[in-house]
């Protein structure tokens, strides 16, 4: 009669499929050859730099999970806002400049609050 171990060893060693989930986590979990041990512990890698440019294709992706397949009105409503926000924020102290000239040519109780 054959004698079986116990226990995760003994499991990994009788199943090959198991042994080979296995030995490809361990291969995982190794640390890369390009990090090095720094002299405080730390682990350090080459930080990766890619150069290149956005395509047409990932935009679109960008803009339809934004839009919907609207992408069009997203822009212009993005660019509408935009111009809004950037007219207001001009107008604001032109009318704060003619409220306040009103102190000048007129008596503090003769101007209107609102």
Request: with cysteine; net charge negative; aromatic share 6%.
């Given at each position: 009669m054959k004698t079986q171990g116990t226990g995760i060893s003994a499991a990994i060693a009788e199943d090959s499929t198991l042994s080979k989930e296995v030995e490809?986590?361990?291969?995982?979990?190794?640390?890369?050859?390009?990090?090095?041990?720094?002299?405080?512990?730390?682990?350090?890698?080459?930080?990766?730099?890619?150069?290149?440019?956005?395509?047409?294709?990932?935009?679109?992706?960008?803009?339809?999970?934004?839009a919907g397949q609207h992408p069009s009105i997203f822009i212009l409503v993005c660019v509408g806002g935009l111009s809004i926000m950037s007219i207001v924020s001009t107008l604001e102290p032109w009318w704060l400049g003619v409220w306040g000239s009103q102190y000048e040519t007129r008596n503090s109780s003769e101007v209107d609050i609102a």
């Amino acid at each position: 009669m054959k004698t079986q171990g116990t226990g995760i060893s003994a499991a990994i060693a009788e199943d090959s499929t198991l042994s080979k989930e296995v030995e490809g986590d361990r291969n995982i979990l190794e640390a890369p050859e390009a990090a090095k041990a720094t002299p405080d512990g730390k682990l350090v890698m080459a930080e990766e730099v890619i150069h290149g440019h956005v395509t047409w294709k990932s935009m679109n992706l960008l803009l339809t999970s934004l839009a919907g397949q609207h992408p069009s009105i997203f822009i212009l409503v993005c660019v509408g806002g935009l111009s809004i926000m950037s007219i207001v924020s001009t107008l604001e102290p032109w009318w704060l400049g003619v409220w306040g000239s009103q102190y000048e040519t007129r008596n503090s109780s003769e101007v209107d609050i609102a």
